[in-house]
């Protein structure tokens, strides 16, 4: 059973748009929430994370919104560029666990030039 | 930046056949991840390693599947007999001891099994 889930499948955004993915998540020892990027051919690389102490999280064109009361995380990409067209897969962990990442199923999202 | 790196990039084997892939993670990390990623979901872990001793294998098929990391480093994940549903992306990962470390992927192996 999936202890995250992600949407949307994919999406397509115009270059200088918003790409928004969000993540649900059941399991409330959840206590670290990273994001992470991944190329085709490559494996995923971490862009940002989130701790539940906190609602959002900025960095660069990057931002985390945590809602914990709705058990929800989602990834806002403030104007995407072509270059952003990858696959991003929100991940959960407990301290307890760590290592032990639970993933979405992932998102492609495609920036149109 | 250091990378952790993965061998071979891309593997096919026939059912039934033995195969093994190998990671060598970033110098200094003592925790050290094999995953499974199938294609078109995200990855899941199959065996965390804290120096040479296995912390978490509860999802490692090991009627087939067998890891190890003798001397702390570098690791070889190995399956024997091969099935078809083992074709997938075999992504090792590395991080330092301790919380709050991050975790940092190898490009994989991708294997097909015929």
């Known amino acids: 059973q999936q202890q995250v889930k992600q949407s949307p499948q994919s999406l397509i955004v115009q270059k200088g748009g918003i790409s928004i993915i969000n993540c649900a998540y059941e399991?409330?020892?959840?206590?670290?929430f990273p994001w992470y990027q991944q190329f085709p051919g490559k494996g995923p690389a971490l862009l940002i994370a989130?701790?539940?102490?906190?609602s959002e999280k900025k960095e660069g064109r990057f931002t985390i919104s945590f809602n914990k009361s709705a058990k929800q995380f989602s990834l806002h990409i403030m104007d995407s560029q072509p270059g952003d067209s990858a696959t991003y897969f929100c991940?959960?962990?407990?301290?307890?666990?760590?290592?032990?990442?639970?993933f979405g199923a992932g998102t492609q999202v495609v920036v149109t030039p | 930046e250091a990378e952790v790196a993965q061998s071979p990039r891309y593997k096919i084997t026939e059912k039934s056949q033995a195969v093994a892939f190998w990671c060598d993670p970033i110098s200094g990390h003592a925790t050290l991840y094999w995953y499974r990623q199938i294609l078109g979901q995200g990855p899941e872990l199959l065996v965390q390693f804290q120096d040479e001793s296995v912390v978490d294998d509860s999802q490692l098929p090991k009627d087939r599947f067998s890891a190890e990391r003798l001397k702390g480093v570098d690791s070889t994940l190995k399956i024997q007999p091969a099935e078809l549903g083992d074709s997938a992306m075999y992504l090792c990962?590395?991080?330092?001891?301790?919380?709050?470390?991050?975790?940092?992927f190898g490009n994989g192996t991708r294997l097909t099994v015929t």
């Open positions: 399991n409330t020892a959840f206590d670290y």
């Open positions: 990962a590395s991080s330092l001891e301790g919380l709050n470390s991050p975790l940092h």
């Open positions: 989130i701790r539940p102490d906190v």
């Open positions: 991940a959960a962990m407990t301290t307890d666990s760590w290592g032990k990442l639970q």
